[in-house]
């Protein structure tokens, strides 16, 4: 089910992206630039359980590239904070290896929406020589349209549907072998990751306020 959802949201972001940005300039993210990639992150669920994975997979396959080390290290760096702390940071994503995404094709919804026009004044924001980075309205658009779809979808269903600390939830997951079973059941397995930008109760407002305009 976890891989069906994703790869329905995935290819939904990229196809309505793809449209949407037709005879737009190109996004100047490439592999390589990594600017971006100390914001704080959130994932649902499923996208959580997808990197948890994944990133076992990857310990089987080259044992030398040591994610889960990367990511507890950083968790202990980065626990608690809210985003404006995590800016402060400065503190790179334990996934970069290199310059590059090592998760790159299990990549959350909030990374794949994240794009920029200009790469220089992302290098300039970084170092607080700027405060306005030109991003992708359709990138920023459609990854909140389809992770709320995604997150009501999941709520509709008896799933747990918020956000969480992209660090934190997958150690979590990594820690505990019964995670993906226990929220397949509608655990909220990764409730200590919340953030809680928005409230429960607001959210689900929302949605349903959206169900009934549709």
Known sequence: ???????????????????????????????????????RVTAT????????????WTASQNSELGLADLLAKADRQTAGLNEAERVKLRRACPFIRRGA???YQVRPLACRGHASY????CVDAFAGRADRVPIS?????????????MQSALRDAG????????????????????????????????????????????????FDTLKLLA
């Open 1 to 39: 089910m976890i891989d069906g959802l994703l790869s329905q949201a995935f290819s939904s972001f990229d196809g309505n992206v793809a449209e949407e940005t037709e005879g737009h300039p190109p996004i100047a993210c490439d592999k390589g630039c990594a600017t971006c990639c100390t914001l």
């Open 45 to 56: 669920a499923p996208e959580v359980l997808l990197i948890a994975r994944y990133i076992r």
């Open 101 to 103: 995404c090592a998760i």
């Open 118 to 121: 200009d790469r220089q004044a």
């Open 137 to 149: 309205e359709p990138h920023r658009t459609f990854r909140g349209l389809i992770q709320n779809a």
């Open 159 to 206: 799933y747990a549907w918020e956000l969480y600390e992209l660090n934190r939830a997958v150690m979590m997951a990594l820690g505990d072998a019964d995670s993906q079973a226990a929220w397949l059941v509608g655990e909220d397995v990764f409730f200590p990751a919340a953030t809680g930008d928005v409230g429960r109760e607001e959210m689900a407002r929302t």
